[in-house]
């Protein structure tokens, strides 16, 4: 019984020999690699923003009725959201499409449907505020105007952000030699660079004056339309070797 568990033994400790051997190396690399850190590695960031003209116009029409029951209401507010779309049909450089539509109950108190209440949109949007401005007042007699929108067309920002992206980078490099020099370097190499972009989303203005005008009212002057900006920022950072 001895014989056999010394020869077990030494039998295991033959086989564990070649395996340290093997592991020895690989383990002083990887103690060798994390005392390793690469010196002058530098982090930077640069940023460029620009106000970007909105050139985009978004107002939204709407039209509110009541109604004994839902069919007659239904049919009522199609028949207003079809005049509003037939008038802007042909206007040149500006779209009209179909909102959002509902219908609901209005209840008593005693709990019971009294009658039911409609709403339907049309939206128009163009580059034209002018265009835009002088068709929300043809319509105004047919539906009432509830909010206007500015934007940037995605043509607008891409412009933009293509632009701020050069000096961005520039300004990345610039930091990146004058850091260079001050480390008392000669040069550098870019190690990782990331540039994202980003901008303002549209900024809604409520009309409370056309909001509360009679949809039956004859067709109203044009609004003053102006747009205001988008902030377009365009951001650069990664890491340079100094050398």
Known sequence: MKRKTIVTLATALA???????????????AQSDARYQPAGVLSLSAQASAEVPQDV??????????????????????????????????????????????????????????????RTEVVLESHDFTAASKLAGDISSIMQVGNVQFSLSPEAQRAAEQKLSGEAIAS??????AAARAF?????TIREVNVGQNGVPPRPMMMMAARA???????????PLEGGTSTVTVNVSGSVQMK
């Not at 005008?213 to 609004?223: C, E, H, I, L, Y």
């Open 57 to 118: 116009v978004t107002i939204t029409l709407f039209y509110e009725q009541e109604a004994a029951d839902p069919a007659s209401l239904t049919t009522t507010l199609n028949q207003r959201a079809d005049s509003a779309l037939q008038k802007a049909r042909g206007v040149a450089g500006v779209t009209a499409r179909s909102g959002q539509f509902s219908i609901y109950p209005s209840t008593d108190r005693d709990g019971r449907i009294s009658a039911w209440r409609g």
């Open 15 to 29: 086989v564990a020999a070649p395996l340290a051997l093997t592991l020895a190396p690989g383990a002083a690399f």
């Open 213 to 223: 005008m009679s949809a039956d009212a004859k067709a109203s002057a044009p609004m």
């Open 184 to 188: 008392g370097y000669g040069s550098y």
């Open 172 to 177: 990345f490099r610039e930091q990146a030699a």
